[in-house]
């Protein structure tokens, strides 16, 4: 069972002057990043619909609480596998029904994905640049 | 006869043996030194640290006026989001000399006959004859991704000759999007250095985009042991494809692009 968590009032929206030290490092991956407003950081709590271990990209699919109390699926997108997997991932690092904490750079236009940041587990560890 | 024949093989076998008793040990897996986001040469990245991509941000080979002012439009268009990599696509490999400045890992495999350069990012894999054979004639030659190498050994270093390379016909040396002519050539010295780095020093010419001689130098430390290579399959779960105006669209779990602002042109 899904557990969903009101977490518009957790929802906050850091602008940061200094950014690359927290920004998703997409620029080494195999497309473009300009997507991603790096001068932005969204920190969010979520619950993990699914994590997609593949390449070229894992990608994090988390449910997350709008504004107006609605439920979206956002789609937020990490390096590769195997340079996670270097890094201490593993294909299980994120388990569907997970409440979790996640930081991620929206996309510049507003659309509902991201470029993954880090993210902190229930139990206070965490995965990223947290 | 039969005698004679079965001697002739077994002292080939020796003289391989032999050799490749002498050659260094590059075994297991590196990764490059040189990150700065990909781009191709660091020592003239500017600004100091700047990413392969990002906007501004260029290196200084020696560009011939009208190569300058190739890369400078090509500038631009990395200033408007919409780099021309053809990696980013899926489809094809990185090609020489790019696959030096790869991320991920890296494997050398040295035999006395052959050198195989594999990029895990691609995957690439660059092949280096060193049994004593030329390029081949030009009639033989058409351009390729890692162009023709052959290359011989000097003590523990290499030393390889890379002609027939596509050039701005497939590739570019990096996001920064950065190309060379199908003219060029490429004079590669590779040998581990006294820290253990495996250090890469290029030659390279090309009468059309360069002025005089382009040098750059790449290293790769190796990771931990027991470190694993995996496999790397760039259209198994694409959802960044590319519209033909060069955007790079964001897909979602369903394969549906969710992107709010999508280029008229496409």
């Known amino acids: 069972m899904t557990h969903l968590i009101d977490i518009a009032k957790l929802k906050t929206v850091l602008f940061l002057s200094v950014v690359f030290l927290f920004s998703a490092d997409i620029s080494t991956a195999h497309h473009s990043s300009v997507m991603f407003d790096k001068a932005t950081i969204v920190a969010v709590t979520a619950t993990v619909k699914e994590f997609q271990w593949t390449n070229p990209h894992v990608w994090i699919q988390v449910i997350i609480k709008n504004d107006d109390d609605e439920m979206e699926e956002w789609s937020i997108e990490g390096l590769g596998p195997n340079s996670l997997f270097r890094k201490g991932w593993r294909p299980n690092s994120f388990i569907p029904g997970d409440v979790i904490e996640i930081k991620f750079n929206p996309m510049r236009d507003g659309s509902r994905a991201g470029g993954f940041i880090g993210a902190r587990f229930a139990d206070g560890s965490t995965i990223g640049n947290w | ?266």
């Open chain 2, 1 to 266: 006869m039969i005698a004679f024949c079965i001697g002739q093989i077994y002292a080939g076998q020796l003289a391989l043996a032999a050799d490749a008793a002498m050659l260094p040990d590059w075994s297991g897996v590196w990764e490059r030194v040189e990150g700065n986001g990909g781009i191709f040469d660091p020592s003239t990245v500017e600004p100091v640290d700047g990413r392969a991509g990002s906007p501004g941000v260029r290196q200084y080979p020696p560009l011939t006026e009208a190569w300058e002012t190739k890369y400078q439009a090509m500038l631009e268009v990395v200033a408007q989001g919409r780099v021309p990599d053809p990696i980013s696509i899926c489809g094809t490999p990185a090609g020489f000399p790019r696959l030096l400045a790869l991320p991920d890992v890296y494997e050398f495999i040295v035999r006395p006959e052959q050198t195989w350069i594999i990029t895990e990012n691609g995957p690439n894999i660059m092949r280096i004859y060193t049994d004593g054979r030329e390029h081949p004639p030009e009639s033989e030659l058409w351009p390729t991704f890692t162009g023709d190498s052959v290359g011989r050994w000097d003590g523990q270093a290499l030393t390889f000759s890379t002609v027939s390379m596509l050039g701005e016909n497939g590739t570019v040396l990096d996001r920064s999007g950065l190309v060379l002519s199908d003219k060029a050539s490429i004079t590669t010295r590779m040998f581990k250095t006294e820290d253990g780095l495996l250090r890469a020093e290029l030659t390279i010419k090309d009468p059309i985009a360069l002025s005089e001689p382009w040098h750059v130098v790449r290293h790769f430390r190796k990771t931990p042991d027991g470190t694993r290579a995996f496999d790397y399959a760039c259209a198994e779960n694409n959802r960044n494809p590319i519209t033909p105006s060069g955007q790079t669209l964001t897909l979602d779990a369903e394969g549906n692009t969710i992107d709010i602002e999508i280029d008229q042109d496409n």
